[in-house]
């Protein structure tokens, strides 16, 4: 990063708390790491090269690589917008739907009674047919990006925007179920979009506790494992993180260890040196944010292993399980 005040980057181990369990496995884990570092890095260059897939259209991570190419599938949006659908019942939150309707003036209760979680699902399926729609230019206060991206999919073609949609669906079930208000940027009720400037919107005009937008990544086998984008300092036009870089971090780390925990998945193999943690300042979703935000790329469905997870309904559970578990830890429920 070019700023003076940026945080610890997501390379040093120090940057992760010692008190989570998969940390206990870290120095193991960080040796191996270490010494695998350096030729996977290297092999993902060139991956990204040849492939031109990533977060955002733009390599994730590494601070050493030119943040300036941009993808067409395998890109990634950022945060998002739309009409604030909190209520928007869904298959999957229907039961708890018609529960909390037998009692509407009863205030919510549980760990996160009186809290706001924004939950953004990731692109959009319908982003494949409005292309020119998605590739307006949207001010993101430090650069100018497209509005959104496609997303990419599993070799089999299922699209990172159905499991976005559906891990937020689980995690907003279990957040209602601990007394939040869950507030999505968009729950496959527009044709495309929203754009990121938008997304981000949502989050604050919600005066969100915590933003969590949800992802897959799309880069090459044997890249593994899931990883947090954690808000760099910005500060340009309408961006201006320096209040939610401290908080966001805590809610990123908290996330890790929990999704750890709950999924079985280590911290990615590809970047973040093992530490599943990764720092970013391209991202419109994080820079325009004003409440503490982390996105999650929760596997690469472009690996055969990653992906027969992905596509798992009861894998996507724990992930949902995982993502709650770390947003209560970090509003202490
Ligand atoms: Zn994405």
Request: overall charge neutral.
């Amino acid at each position: 990063m070019r700023y003076d005040d940026s945080p610890p980057p997501p390379e040093s181990a120090s940057s992760v708390s010692p008190d989570r369990p998969w940390y206990t496995r870290r120095s193991t884990l960080a040796v191996a790491v270490a010494a695998l570092a350096p030729t996977a890095l290297a092999g993902w260059v060139l991956t990204q090269v040849l492939t031109g897939s990533g977060h955002d259209g733009q390599p994730p991570g590494p601070k050493a690589l030119p943040a300036s190419h941009t993808t067409g599938a395998a890109a990634h949006g950022g945060a998002g917008d739309a009409k604030a659908s909190t209520t928007t019942p869904s298959p999957v939150a229907s039961a708890s739907a018609s529960a909390s309707a037998s009692a509407p003036a009863a205030p919510a209760k549980g760990p996160l009674a009186g809290r706001t979680v924004v939950i953004d699902p990731g692109h959009n399926t319908g982003n494949f047919k409005h292309t020119s729609e998605i590739d307006r230019q949207v001010d993101i206060g430090t650069n100018r990006k497209e509005c959104d991206t496609t997303g990419t999919t599993t070799n089999s073609g299922y699209m990172e925007a159905e499991f976005t949609l559906d891990v937020s669906r689980r995690t907003r079930t279990l957040l209602e179920s601990k007394g939040a208000k869950v507030v999505f940027t968009h729950d496959a009720d527009r044709p495309w979009g929203p754009c990121i400037d938008e997304r981000a919107r949502i989050g604050n005009e919600a005066k969100a506790d915590a933003v969590v937008s949800v992802h897959a990544d799309g880069v090459s086998a044997g890249n593994r494992g899931f990883h947090i984008i954690l808000p760099a300092t910005v500060k340009g036009g309408a961006a201006d993180t320096s209040k939610i870089v401290g908080p966001s971090r805590d809610l990123g780390e908290r996330i890790a260890g929990n999704f750890a925990r709950s999924t079985g998945s280590a911290p990615a193999n590809y970047l973040g040196s093992g530490t599943g943690l990764v720092v970013r300042d391209d991202l419109g979703g994080l820079n325009l944010s004003t409440r503490p935000k982390v996105f999650i790329e929760c596997g690469n469905m472009r690996d055969a292993k990653d992906a027969a997870q992905l596509t798992s309904p009861e894998w996507r559970q724990k992930a949902a399980e995982g993502i709650t578990n770390g947003i209560v830890g970090f509003l202490g429920g």
